[in-house]
């Protein structure tokens, strides 16, 4: 399951589908683990865009946190960071 939850930042559709794309990846992993939630929170300060990722699956639980000053960077960054994360949990329980 994955939810964004944009908060104060205006998210086009084409900017929504292009966070999925990006998210293939890790959501497909993250099925790979029984009892998979991804919630994705994004905030905007001044110039800089912030992200939360909140993953949680059967065997734990862990957090993510980006800044940057454009929402394209910080999804990228942040999505790379739960893709590793994800990866790693992977391999050591296999």
Do not use: P
């Not at 300060?45 to 800044?67: E, K, L």
């Amino acid at each position: 399951m994955f939810t964004l939850e944009s908060g104060n930042v205006l998210l086009k559709r084409s900017h929504r589908r292009q966070l999925n794309a990006w998210l293939k990846r890790a959501l497909r992993l993250g099925h790979r683990l029984a009892a998979f939630s991804l919630r994705l929170t994004m905030s905007r300060s001044g110039s800089h865009y912030a992200m939360q990722a909140a993953v949680q699956h059967a065997g734990g639980r862990f957090d993510c946190h980006v800044r940057a000053h454009d929402w394209s960077e910080a999804a990228r960054q942040i999505i790379r960071l739960v893709t590793m994360q994800l990866h790693d949990q992977l391999t050591t329980a296999a």
